[in-house]
């Protein structure tokens, strides 16, 4: 099936692949992303790998319907 040099070679393979997955978990952490609800008036920026880093919500918001803010954050 297989001889020792190619499971050997096998190994590093895959030592490689989960390097390079490592390595690309890490830059999805440094890449950050902004969604908008309710055209712009409130905005969540958070990074790829789901850590949120701001929430902005316009003032316009505070003074409203607690339901309708509410609505817009989830």
């Given at each position: 099936m297989f001889?020792?040099?190619?499971l050997a070679?096998?190994?590093k393979q895959a030592?490689?692949?989960q390097d390079n997955?490592?390595?690309a978990q890490e830059e999805l952490g440094s890449i950050e992303v902004t969604g908008?609800?309710?055209a712009g008036?409130?905005?969540v920026t958070m990074?790829?790998?789901h850590d949120v880093r701001r929430?902005?919500?316009d003032p316009s918001l505070l003074a409203d319907d607690k339901d309708m803010l509410e609505d817009l954050v989830a």
């Open positions: 001889n020792k040099g190619q070679g096998l190994m030592q490689a692949m997955l490592k390595k908008e609800s309710g008036l409130v905005k990074t790829c790998k929430v902005t919500i």
